[in-house]
């Protein structure tokens, strides 16, 4: 995810020259050699997972984004509920040292973090709707609104303009990303765009 992210921050520039759009200040041009297997692969994977039809919209992205937060709110938030031993919704101090004692050390640092998160009062106790605040808190630091705009940078690649990224145009814009990366090794004005 992360390579396609810093494919698709790299593609921006490009791809807003090419359409003849001002280009967002201080965006470097060299980009385009990473790009073409991250953002097919990924792209596709966005589309396939989100979209409809072999094409995704803004919406679509949208999500995509939703659903990478809601992973990892879920997965935070299960660190903490798996030590609610009697189930009523609540985990103590006291519940989190049996559970914790069980994990192995990573797992233990992370459930004992968020539970420590979660009892933002330090009163030993975290209820349910504090486990979840600060597992959201935890999902929206972990996927936040920089990557989610380098998600939603996908639409870049609509060619037409219809609202919709297609695989075909995914394709377009791999190809055009690798031929940018070859003329820019090729050519003292490639060199020149890599500088601006
Ligand atoms: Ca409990
Ligand atoms: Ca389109």
């Known amino acids: 995810m992360t390579r396609f992210l810093l494919c698709l921050l790299l593609l921006i520039p490009a791809l807003a020259r090419a359409e003849g759009v001002a280009l967002p200040p201080g965006m470097a041009l060299d980009v385009l050699k990473l790009s073409r297997a991250g953002l097919i692969e990924e792209g ?9 039809q072999d094409a995704i919209s803004a919406a679509g992205l949208e999500l995509a984004i ?55 009062d330090g009163d030993g106790r975290a ?9 959201q808190a935890y999902a929206l630091e972990r996927f936040d609104e920089a990557a989610a705009e380098r998600v939603r940078a996908l639409m870049y690649c609509d060619a037409d303009r219809d609202g919709l990224v297609t695989l075909a145009e995914l394709r377009a814009a791999g190809d055009y990303l ?4 070859e003329a820019q090794k090729l050519t003292p004005a490639g060199q020149m765009e890599r500088d601006l």
């Open 66 to 120: 939703g659903h990478e937060r809601a992973t990892r709110r879920a997965a935070q938030a299960e660190q903490v509920l798996a030590a609610d031993l009697n189930g009523d919704g609540a985990v103590t101090r006291a519940e989190m040292a049996v559970h914790a004692g069980t994990l192995s050390v990573r797992m233990r640092a992370r459930a004992l973090a968020g539970f420590a998160a979660a009892d933002g």
């Open 127 to 135: 209820e349910l709707p504090e486990i979840m605040a600060a597992a």
């Open 178 to 181: 690798a031929a940018r990366a």
């Open 44 to 52: 596709t994977r966005l589309i396939l997972g989100y979209g409809s």
